[in-house]
T-cell receptor, first 115, second 114 residues
């Protein structure tokens, strides 16, 4: 299984500002995924980030609001831009366990509160 | 899109007893994978167990087992000999074969009573 770390683990931000969340994996992975988990809710996929290409966003999520970088095979960032209280959520980074596996592994998450 | 339904928002079990968490899903596909993930209060999502749809045999991992009923599109998780450390939010998830997107249920919060 992959070991995934995220920074920051939590943050409290002011409305209108932006926060960049970092995700680091201990092995090279082709695909990384960003999820949002709103309070008391399930996980919703924001986007899939492939190294060397633009991220693919799910319905309801746009690049201007959630720009993603994927500079190499072990690292990705998700920025939450122009934040509002509705963006208060846990943001999780996830990777597939490997090309021959169908399992995803998750980072510890970033708990974001927007005031 | 596929949907995953967990009809039990909360469940409780006495320590050392057995509890079953329910999950149903809706799909027109025949080849897919099903998962149960555990999210303790510390927030780290942990894979509990997985099941390939083409396998008739129910998956088992130590105290955790599933009852996979493909025709009924049901995938329940049974936790035997419940322990205090089993207290967590449990999510059922679906993934199509050949695709990367997971679909998650809304979760079941499990409380283990000493």
């Amino acid at each position: 299984s992959a070991v995934i770390s995220q920074k920051p683990s939590r943050d409290i931000c002011q409305r209108g500002t932006s926060l960049t969340i970092q995700c680091q994996v201990d092995s090279q992975v082709t695909m990384m995924f960003w999820y949002r988990q709103q309070p008391g809710q399930s996980l919703t996929l924001i986007a899939t980030a492939n190294q060397g290409s633009e991220a693919t966003y799910e319905s309801g999520f746009v690049i201007d609001k959630f720009p993603i970088s994927r500079p190499n095979l072990t690292f990705s960032t998700l920025t939450v831009s122009n934040m509002s209280p509705e963006d208060s959520s846990i943001y999780l980074c996830s990777v597939k366990g490997g090309p021959s596996t169908d399992t995803q592994y998750f980072g510890p998450g970033t708990r974001l509160t927007v005031l | 899109a596929q949907t995953v339904t967990q009809s039990q928002p909360e469940m409780s079990v006495q320590e050392a007893e057995t509890v079953t968490l329910s999950c149903t899903y809706d799909t027109s596909e025949s080849d897919y994978y099903l998962f149960w993930y555990k999210q303790p209060p510390s927030r780290q999502m942990i894979l509990v167990i997985r099941q390939e749809a083409y396998k008739q045999q129910n998956a088992t991992e130590n105290r955790f087992s599933v009852n996979f009923q493909k025709a009924a599109k049901s995938f329940s998780l049974k936790i035997s000999d419940s322990q205090l450390g089993d207290a967590a939010m449990y999510f059922c998830a679906y993934r199509s074969a050949g695709r990367n997107q997971f679909y998650f249920g809304t979760g079941t919060s499990l409380t283990v009573i000493p």
